[in-house]
Every structure is written in structure tokens, then in C-alpha cells.
């Protein structure tokens, strides 16, 4: 399967698999053109096991946007002493947090253009370049349909711009995920005990009200970071 086919054929065949089917048989049919993402977050130990477990030669992406909170940091270094066979690669800006601050202030308190092009600066750029230079065109990712009303609709497999991306635990309900943190005792996020339902940066991240996850970033004003908008999307540059 080509990374530049129609991708409605490998999701057709994605659906019909479990999590760890999908991400050893995406490995076995686009092999180095493939990669992988983490933000050590709220569910990051699933993907990072079901990667360790199934295809650990995949190269794990993390972007580092120098605004995360403290205990992701620790968390992430946690779960690396487990997963010892992970090809972890650390991404970050080429903008400094000082320097960005000082050119354009804090941009995550600008509103919805504030937050896009503080999303632009400190995680698209670095996603692009790391696409680019491990050279992979097929992107393995985390999403799930039920943290977002903007992601019921996704197939397994869609294209974004020069991109596919792929999604193996994205008909995962949140139940389905408690267990698999379960059964396979995996440590949670520090935050998650502390209402977190999603997580990213200090600033711009809250405990969720209710459960609406949609409300937890940017003061609700803006949920996806930009590295996961709809293919048309013109701000979206991969």
C-alpha cells in the first residue's frame, strides 16, 4: 500500500483489526515512510505500549514546546524507563520561548488568531521539519473520535495535505481505555487524578468542566493545536 494511494482501502482494513493488529500491519506495508507522536499526555502510555509492544521501530515523535507543564515532564520520563525499546525523537522550536514572548507577547492569551499562531511557532513548524527529516509521509497518531465533537466523523485512515495519517485507537471509548491502563498496569499522568482530561501546555490547559474536553484549551476558544485540522484547512502546513 502506497502512501500516496486512496487511504479508504488500508482504513476499510484497519477497522476490521485490533489496536496492536493495526499498528504491526501499517509497520509491515509502509515500513521507514512510517512515524509516530506523543505529547505525553492523559493516554500517552496506551500508544507508546502499543507501539513498544507491536512495532518499536517506529520513530516516536515528541514536540517539545518548552511550555509544558512540570509533571509531564517527569511522566515522560517515567514512561520511557519502561519502554526502553522506543526510537523516542525530541522536536522544539525554533523560536524561544523568551524571544516569542518578547516579539509578540503571550499569544495564547490573543483569542482564536493568538492561539494559531502560537500553535504555527511551537508545534506545526516543529511537526513539519520532523516529518521532513525522518522522511516519513504516514503519521500514526493518537486521536480518538470520542475526545472531540470535530473527530466523530474520521476514518482510520485519512490524507492531510502531503500527508496520512492513521488512527488505531480511534473507535477507543474512554472505558476502553481505562482498561487497557488496567490490564496492563500502566502508570497515569500526574494531572489526570486533578481533573485533566486532556493536556498540553501549562497556560493554555484547565481541568475539564464536566468532562467537556472541548472547554479544557484556550479557555474553550480553541481545542485542536493545529496538527490535527481538517485536510482543507489553509493554516494546517504538512
Not at 504516514?138 to 488512527?167: C, H, N
Amino acid at each position: 500500500m502506497s502512501a500516496h494511494a486512496e487511504p479508504g482501502e488500508l482504513s476499510d482494513a484497519l477497522a476490521l483489526l485490533r489496536a496492536g493488529e493495526r499498528i504491526r500491519v501499517l509497520h509491515e506495508r509502509l515500513g521507514n515512510r512510517l512515524m509516530a507522536t506523543t505529547s505525553f499526555g492523559i493516554q500517552a502510555a496506551v500508544m507508546l505500549h502499543l507501539i513498544h509492544e507491536h512495532a518499536p521501530k517506529i520513530p516516536v515523535v515528541f514536540i517539545d514546546t518548552g511550555f509544558l507543564f512540570p509533571e509531564t515532564y517527569r511522566y515522560a520520563e517515567d514512561l520511557l524507563s519502561r519502554f526502553k525499546h522506543l526510537d523516542l525523537r525530541v522536536y522544539q522550536p525554533n523560536i524561544s520561548a523568551a524571544r516569542m514572548q518578547a516579539l509578540w507577547g503571550r499569544l495564547w492569551e490573543q483569542g482564536k488568531d493568538g492561539a494559531d499562531r502560537y500553535a504555527m511557532l511551537t508545534k506545526i513548524e516543529p511537526m513539519n521539519r520532523a516529518l521532513s527529516e525522518i522522511g516519513a509521509d504516514v503519521w500514526i497518531s493518537g486521536l480518538r473520535r470520542s475526545q472531540s465533537s470535530t473527530r466523530t466523523d474520521r476514518p482510520f485512515v485519512e490524507r492531510q495535505k502531503k500527508t496520512l495519517k492513521a488512527y488505531p485507537i480511534l473507535d477507543w471509548a474512554d472505558a476502553q481505555v481505562d482498561l487497557y491502563y488496567h490490564q496492563n498496569d500502566l502508570p497515569r499522568h500526574p494531572l489526570a487524578e486533578k481533573g485533566y482530561v486532556t493536556m498540553g501546555d501549562w497556560h493554555s490547559t484547565v481541568p475539564a468542566v464536566n468532562g467537556d474536553a472541548e472547554s479544557s484549551r484556550f479557555g474553550g476558544v480553541k481545542y485542536e493545536c493545529g496538527l490535527h485540522l481538517d485536510s482543507g484547512s489553509s493554516d494546517f502546513q504538512i
